[in-house]
């Protein structure tokens, strides 16, 4: 539960040197000269702090005392400069009204709280937006004149053979079927055939629960070890000051154990039959390449021997694209078919339509942008 006093401050007068005056007294009892609004004498001492952040000073307790504190901030005549009670109407000195309210004296502002992290969201937000911005940049395109500055192609035939081999597998994972052969390369179904010397085997490991172990781990935690006075300030504006002083709980950090029981398991090995069999896959005999660049591409030479033999072909083309930015650039795609390739001529002139990341996005003609792959002459 809070506590709260009023204690009385004091000032010094700057006109006759009288020092540690009430606040209760708006002008000096030895000269009676009226408290100013600035310098020394609007500044008023409390008395020391103790160690729980209170007054060392005795409280107000009597009723006048009391009065003046709860009469709000203190304001200064605009005519004579008398210093007044905050619920005075007009001044004791010179009888004018409270015309000039901006003259009226309060304790400090309260400092602007979340500082740091305005600064930080500030800097999220300002990190973030760069970034946007940036990959918005690299995304926006620019026309240039370009050229084929190069092509190259290459196919690949690949002779396989229909092969019989011997492999192993587990039992239950092999059903007995019929290898239907190739015709032409084409039509064939790979079977297992032969089931045969079939062994017992580890195939792995299975983990077998075995019975349960109290396993404990040393923890800590916060407890409640008793409390501590706490006492904030809060000057009220007329030379009083609010003292709130509080209990505040002080914690203590202690062991303790933290037991539970954990199964236990045993590795225990899982074995199965292992068995060979027969079955036919496709296996490279030979393999040949041809390579060119403006020539029309060609297949190399290779033949099938046999009936259970086949050619797997491959090719790949490349197009390169050469601009001036600033210096020369290129870009390279690849030409899906031979008839998409024949498309690129060498020496080509075309524009291209490149991102700011110098990737190249397609070809311009008229009003419409292609994709490389669909742009034709």
């Known amino acids: 539960m809070a506590r709260t006093r009023i204690i009385e ?30 310098g020394a004498e609007s500044t008023f001492d409390f008395g020391a702090a103790n160690a729980k952040g209170g007054l060392e000073r005795e409280a107000v307790t009597e009723i006048a005392g009391l009065s003046l504190a709860a009469a709000g901030v203190d304001w200064f005549c605009s005519y004579c400069g008398a210093s007044n009670r905050g619920d005075d109407a007009a001044c004791r000195t010179c009888g004018a009204t409270r015309v000039d309210a901006a003259a009226a004296v309060g304790p400090p502002a309260p400092p602007v709280r979340g500082g740091r992290w305005k600064k930080l969201i500030l800097a999220i937000v300002v990190t973030f937006s760069g970034c946007m911005g940036w990959g918005y940049w690299l995304l926006q395109t620019r026309d240039y004149e370009g050229v084929v500055q190069s092509v190259s192609w290459e196919r690949t035939l690949t002779r396989q053979a229909f092969t019989s081999v011997q492999r192993r597998g587990w039992r239950d994972q092999l059903q007995e079927r019929a290898t239907i052969l190739p015709v032409k390369g084409l039509g064939e179904f790979v079977g297992t055939d032969n089931i045969r010397d079939c062994v017992e085997k580890q195939r792995g490991t299975r983990q077998v629960a075995v019975g349960t172990k109290q396993v404990c781990t040393t ?12 006492c904030s300030t809060r000057d009220l504006g007329n030379g009083y000051a609010e003292e709130v002083c509080s209990d505040v709980t002080d914690y203590c950090s202690e062991s303790y154990e933290d037991c539970r029981d954990e199964t236990q398991y045993r590795t225990d090995p899982v074995f199965a039959q292992e068995c060979a069999y027969s079955t036919y896959e496709w296996q490279q005999l030979d393999q040949r390449s041809a390579r060119g660049g403006s020539e029309p591409p060609v297949w190399p030479e290779l033949a099938v021997e046999g009936e259970l033999e086949r050619l797997v072909p491959a090719e790949r083309y490349e197009v390169v694209l050469e601009y001036q930015d600033d210096g020369l650039h290129s870009a390279r795609f690849h030409p899906v078919d031979a008839a998409d390739f024949a498309q690129w001529p060498l020496g080509r002139k075309l524009t291209l339509v490149v991102q700011n990341s110098g990737k190249l996005v397609g070809i311009r003609e008229g009003d419409k942008t292609l994709p490389v792959e669909a742009a034709k002459p």
């Not at 700057?14 to 600035?38: F, V, W």
């Not at 923890?219 to 706490?230: D, F, L, P, T, Y």
């Open 219 to 230: 923890k800590s935690r916060s407890v409640a070890c008793g409390s501590h006075e706490s």
């Open 9 to 38: 401050g004091n000032w010094n007068c700057s006109s006759c040197g009288a020092k540690g005056i009430l606040a209760r007294h708006k002008s000096c009892p030895t000269c009676g000269s009226p408290r100013e609004a600035g």
